[in-house]
């Protein structure tokens, strides 16, 4: 089994950016999907955005088009968030997650790191 840990979370002011990282241990994390979502307090976690296993696909919420980058590096094993330009409404707690195909569930998960945007 996987085990992700993700980092790089903090309070920024609103325009500022970020970089979260997934850091997999247990199996190589190429075998999965890999998925950021985030849950905002009182809201139900959502999908950000997701990367294929090599890394040629990616897809995102609409609300973090052109804002946001997903990227992976396999030799490290870890899946990178880079989020641009960040508003208040990108206040959550950020969770990476892997799947091993498209439609299967997301069935591991790290346990979050906070994001805080401040206006």
């Known amino acids: 089994q996987v085990q992700l840990v993700e980092s790089g979370g903090g309070l920024v002011q609103a325009g500022g950016s970020l970089r979260l990282s997934c850091a997999a241990s247990?199996?190589?994390?190429?075998?999965?999907?890999a998925g950021w979502f985030r849950q905002a307090p009182g809201k139900e976690r959502e999908f950000v955005a997701r990367i294929t296993w090599r890394g040629d696909t990616t897809h995102y919420t609409n609300s973090v088009k052109g804002r946001f980058t997903i990227s992976r590096d396999n030799v490290k094993n870890t899946v990178y968030l880079q989020m641009n330009s960040l508003q208040p409404e990108d206040t959550a707690v950020y969770y990476c997650?892997?799947?091993?195909?498209?439609?299967?569930?997301?069935?591991?998960w790290g346990q979050g790191t906070q994001v805080t945007v401040s206006s």
């Open positions: 247990g199996r190589p994390f190429s075998g999965y999907i």
């Open positions: 997650a892997g799947q091993t195909g498209y439609g299967t569930s997301w069935s591991v």
